[in-house]
């Protein structure tokens, strides 16, 4: 039997606003949500901007023993997979709990409770030698990501296969691709999945700060994202979560379950190249792209809209330009293609799993986002990358594409099913 996987519900924490309506509205607006970070002093940084997002744990049901146990990470994983639960209008209480799964995509884990709780122990780095007497008793759940996993499975109440992907920037895209195969193959009826992550720390803003591959326009944080801009200098950190319930397309359609999109191919590859560069044709990206399109059996003329990892670094910008054509071909000229990254800043593994979002939200509207603070393409970059204002247009496809450290190229297609769209 070939059970075809749909997205019935999606949750969504990002910075500029909590919820899929607020996350929409920021995407089709054009307006950014960078600035100067607030979690702490920046002035020590290179790069002093991020994407933050405005999240009071107790106002979106978080109890304070919650708040207290989980990571931030963790917090928005399971507010995010709340709303995409209630948006699916599944009965849980209905559900056989053992055919429930959960999938959550993460790079970096428990990054902010790690570093707060190192900095306690060690005497903020003055001792070599920790006292583990001054340390949280939920130190374990954040050294270990599976916590992720399980707290999203315990706020579900799902009994079923359990999994934390971590595959760097691309664990969003891989993660939403593992739950789909889930199901694909019957290990569940129903899979929770997505990714969160929440990395803007000191720790994080140092590495990045030493491969400058962050942005130092500090003096104007609101236009500091500029993918396949001419002036771009690195991107943005930001952070968030997106969760999705998918499902069986027959299970959706008998309990009258509107649809956003369907999964209908993804393949990754590595490029066993670099842990950072990336080779300037793009061939990893397109061949991933193709093998997405195969599986699909999908001509690349269907494609209308193409997600881009778009980070707004110069090299990352120009490969993915290159992978896009390759791929393509002659079709590419003819495909709007944005980055979601210039508003909402890169959350690493989670923003894969929030450009699927703003996939799926675009088939369901008929908009395609725009590129935000995007003047003066790159004359390397010339593809139309929708600058500054959401265009809209009837998807009937679309191409997400990811791209992460340690060279992984990713690529999702989502299609619109006839009759069941939302």
């Known amino acids: 039997m070939h059970r075809r996987v749909v997205i019935t519900g999606l949750g969504v924490v990002a910075p500029g606003g909590i919820g899929a309506k607020a996350f929409w509205e920021l995407l089709t607006s054009g307006r950014t949500a960078t600035r100067t970070i607030s979690f702490f002093d920046p002035s020590p940084f290179r790069s002093q901007v ?10 979106h049901g978080l109890t304070p023993a919650q708040t207290l146990r989980m990571d931030r990470a963790a917090q928005f994983a399971v507010v995010a997979a709340a709303e995409a639960v209630e948006d699916a209008g599944l009965e849980l209480a209905e559900l056989d709990p053992y055919r429930v799964g959960t999938v959550v995509g993460s ?8 570093e707060r709780e190192y900095v306690i122990a060690s005497d903020r780095g003055r001792r070599w030698l920790v006292d583990d007497a001054h340390t949280s008793p939920h130190l374990y759940d954040y050294y270990v990501p599976g916590s992720f996993a399980a707290e999203v499975a315990w706020s579900i109440g799902a009994e079923g296969p359990a999994a934390v992907v971590s ?5 969003g895209l891989d993660a939403v691709a593992y739950a789909a195969e889930l199901i694909r193959e019957g290990s569940a009826d129903v899979v929770v999945g997505g990714a969160s992550d929440a990395p803007i720390s000191p720790i994080t803003v140092a590495c990045f700060d030493a491969i400058k591959a962050t942005t130092p326009r500090n003096d104007d944080p609101a236009h500091a994202s500029r993918p396949f801009d001419n002036s771009r200098n690195g991107f943005v950190l930001g952070e968030g979560s997106a969760m999705f319930v998918l499902e069986d397309l027959e299970r959706a359609r008998r309990r009258g379950a509107p649809v956003y999109a369907e999964i209908v191919g993804f393949a990754s590859r590595c490029n066993a190249f670099h842990m950072t560069g990336l080779r300037p044709d793009g061939r990893e990206m397109a061949e991933a792209i193709r093998n997405a399109l195969d599986t699909a059996r999908m001509d690349p003329t269907a494609i209308g809209y193409v997600n881009a990892h778009g980070s707004g670094t110069k090299q990352n910008d120009r490969h993915e330009t290159a992978a896009v054509k390759l791929a393509l071909r002659e079709h590419a000229y003819a495909t709007p293609m944005s980055s979601i990254k210039s508003m909402v800043g890169h959350s690493l593994g ?3 799993a929030i450009e699927v979002a703003a996939c799926a939200l675009a088939i369901t509207n008929g908009v395609v986002p725009p590129t935000a603070n995007l003047h003066e393409p790159d004359p390397e970059c010339d593809l139309d990358y929708v600058p500054l204002e959401a265009r809209d247009r009837r998807l009937d496809a679309v191409l ?3 791209s992460g450290f340690g060279g992984f190229q990713s690529a999702m297609l989502l299609a619109r099913p006839e009759g069941d769209a939302r």
């Open 50 to 59: 991020a994407a933050e997002c405005d999240f009071d744990p107790a106002a």
């Open 107 to 114: 790079a970096v884990g428990a990054t902010m409770s790690l």
């Open 167 to 171: 595959t760097g920037c691309t664990s």
């Open 350 to 352: 989670a923003i894969g």
């Open 400 to 402: 997400s594409v990811g």
